[in-house]
């Protein structure tokens, strides 16, 4: 078990660097086995054209590494506080690709625009605060999912499987590490497409909600149509 878990958080991992999402090692996808309790994550500082299946890093939610050679990824505290509290999912992914992050650091939520944006995510790409000195001292990336955690209570993660981090970059989740991985790329796109409107028309409004629900909704819940059954 632990093994296919490793294989295809390490599949995962590849393919940021195929998408353009990652530069050097600053990345990482995991990936949970919920009847275990375990994850499996990218190992910390490992350059990607140097890793195998089996320098994945398993992890259990207390945050201790139960099997590998190396140090998982330094973000693991943060994976550990989703996984805790978004029982729905089974990937995460954290990186700081170019667009996505530019947005974070400028303390913005990426507004929905158009049609790419609604069919994947519903409504504003929230940036959650900074946070606090005492935070950052305190246990930085378990507070850091805190945060995200806590922005969370009551809104609809599964609906909205982003989230920028100010001055920090994203975080995108879904049902495993392949779907986090698709979340990663498509908020990537939107948010360099979102940068751009905004520099085409400095103006320019959101999205009308019924073009947004319509088409979130032909592709999620019940009464969902798009593609192949």
């Not at 550990?80 to 954290?94: S, T």
């Not at 790419?116 to 850091?144: F, Q, S």
């Not at 990663?184 to 905004?198: G, I, P």
């Amino acid at each position: 078990m632990l093994e296919e878990l490793k294989k295809r958080v390490y599949e995962a991992n590849m393919q940021l660097p195929k998408h353009g999402l990652v530069t050097f090692t600053w990345g990482n996808v995991s990936e949970i086995d919920r009847e275990s309790g375990l994850f499996a994550i990218k190992p910390s500082g490992v350059d990607y054209d140097k890793l195998t299946p089996d320098d994945m890093v398993i992890v259990d939610l207390n945050g201790n590494k139960v099997e590998g050679k190396y140090n998982p990824s330094s973000d693991t505290a943060t994976h550990v506080e989703l996984y805790k509290a978004f029982k729905d999912i089974g990937g995460i992914v954290h990186t700081h690709s170019p667009w996505a992050t530019s947005w974070a650091q400028a303390g913005r939520g990426i507004p929905c625009y158009g049609t790419t944006h609604a069919d994947y995510m519903y409504g504003t790409i929230p940036c959650v605060r900074n946070l606090t000195k005492e935070e950052i001292d305190e246990a930085y990336e378990k507070n850091t999912g805190v945060l995200i955690v806590d922005y969370f209570k009551d809104k609809d993660y599964v609906a909205m499987p982003a989230v920028l981090c100010k001055n920090h970059g994203p975080f995108t989740w879904g049902k495993d590490g392949m779907e986090a991985v698709h979340n990663a790329v498509v908020l990537e796109e939107v948010a360099k497409m979102a940068a751009r409107t905004e520099k085409i028309n400095s103006e320019v409004k959101e999205a009308p909600q019924e073009l947004q629900d319509k088409h979130y909704y032909r592709k999620h819940g019940a009464n969902a149509y798009y593609g192949q059954k």
